[in-house]
């Protein structure tokens, strides 16, 4: 037994502490361990009496969630979107100094590949916008033949022009890069593309002889462009020397007047044929 005073280990029978002398009592034999267990369970007890569902709460207590990352893709959109403005503001406030100041960067390119879509897209359906709407009660031109064909000429007709470009730089002594050329090229175009969407959307509202002009207007500019690109190669070329810009725009001129022929053959050749089937 255990002497609650002196804490004095004694026999099981003993009566008196051998060390301090009190008496000891036989119903507490370690009231100092067994205590706190008792009121632990106590506790433990009450707790789950007053409030049965607090145990499995905290069980099922769950780390707070993280908040939701932005997609990336709607970012990019966003960055692209945000990019492009900015490119087409610069393009219309001041087409040449926007020009120069281009380059061969991802963000350049990926404006002038959109400058160059809705270009080639819109110009072919103000055609088709039109054509359906003169030849209702005949028929519906094709889809394939009037937008789909002649957008892919139309790029390729883009292409094209910048290759010659590119050839011409070289005649001039400049050490342009292909890619420069052509985000330079694309930013004169945002006007052509500019008149291009407009041509559509009047043809939406039937006025055919406005939509006429407006494409008429969308080739002189793009002429205008490709020449605009010339000068501010020559203004922007590293070593003076080569072919003088005259001559450079004379050669210019020859080769493009061979390949929009081509082309005008080609996108006539498309419209005959609709016409005839």
Known sequence: ??????????NDDAKFCINCGKQIDHLKQNPVEN????????TA????????????GAESVQPPKRPMEPDPTIEMAKEIGQSFWNYLLNGLKAPYQA?????????????GLITLIIFSAFLPLSVYLSGTMLMAGWGRPSFIRTVVIP????????????AVLFAVARLMNSKIDFLQVFTRFMTFMIIPAGLALLSFVVSIFNAYLFSTILMSLVFLTMFLASIATIFTIKDTKEKPGGLDVT?????????????????????IGQLINQMMW
């Not at 957008?151 to 910048?162: E, G």
């Open 1 to 10: 037994m255990i002497c609650g005073k002196c804490q004095t280990i004694n």
């Open 35 to 42: 205590e706190p267990e008792v009121k632990v369970e106590a």
């Open 45 to 56: 007890t009450q707790a789950t009496d007053e409030n049965p569902t607090s145990a499995a």
């Open 99 to 111: 020009s120069k100041e281009v380059g061969a960067k991802q963000a350049d390119l990926i404006n």
């Open 151 to 162: 957008f892919f000429l139309f790029i390729l007709f883009i292409a094209i022009t910048v």
């Open 247 to 267: 001559y450079v725009i004379i050669i210019h001129f020859l080769i493009m007047t061979i390949v929009l022929l081509l082309f005008s053959d080609a996108l």
